[in-house]
């Protein structure tokens, strides 16, 4: 079935210059990009971003670390893109992700691990209208 995924390449990775190989590997998994900016997260929309981790010791930091240089914003599809892109994405800890996953391959560590891509089709949907809207997204 046919969905739609929100993927955020990080400042680590943007920093390093690293968007287009991370594109390459999530079209190579067969996944489209039919979405996507570069934008400079604000503090605001990073911590409405992040607003289920508001609680949490490291909120802080992460809302630090996604304003602290461009990020790229985008809408995937595919088949079953929500597990297909987590898949292709790795484990969050790349000592942990399996070989030719994109934190595997490019993720620093936990806290620069490259990417973030959505972890149900329900916060799809949210995530990707916080930065799109249907008129955006080119199927």
Known sequence: MTQRTFSIIKPDATKRNLTGKINAVIEDAGLRIVA???????????????????ERPFYGE???TMTSAPVVVQVLEGDN?????????????????????????FALNVGENSVHGSDSLENAAIEIAQFFSEADIVG
């Open 36 to 54: 996507q900016r570069r934008i400079h997260m604000t503090p605001a929309q990073a911590g409405r971003f992040y607003a289920v981790h508001k």
């Open 62 to 64: 992460l809302v630090e």
């Open 81 to 105: 893109a929500v597990a297909r892109y987590r898949e292709v994405m790795g484990a969050t800890n790349p000592e942990q992700a399996a070989e030719g996953t994109i934190r595997k391959l």
